[in-house]
């Protein structure tokens, strides 16, 4: 599979089923490292498994489900990115 980069954003800013790379986290120091604590750290990749529209998201790092408020999601700035098949054997 090939990642093609996308737009920096924050990652209230993602839906469902989306996954993005963590690049930077713009927050006061209690909350920057409450975040790197719960594994939101740079480089990670962060996929969305649920969310509402206002309301709290599911994010998973790694093997970990975090439940995150969308104030404290928009403090981490993403680079989303897609994942795009490329099938080996017709080289499409």
Known sequence: MKRV???MTNLSRLGT???AH???IHAPDDVR????AMGLRTGREARVIR????????IRV???DLI?????AARVEIAACD???????TKK
Do not use: Y
């Open 62 to 64: 790694g093997s970990v």
């Open 51 to 58: 969310c509402t529209r206002l309301g709290p998201m599911q």
């Open 17 to 19: 089923g989306e996954t």
């Open 5 to 7: 980069q996308k737009t």
């Open 22 to 24: 963590i690049t930077g």
């Open 83 to 89: 994942t795009v098949r490329i099938d080996i054997a």
């Open 33 to 36: 490292q409450r975040l790197q």
């Open 68 to 72: 995150m408020r969308r104030s404290d």
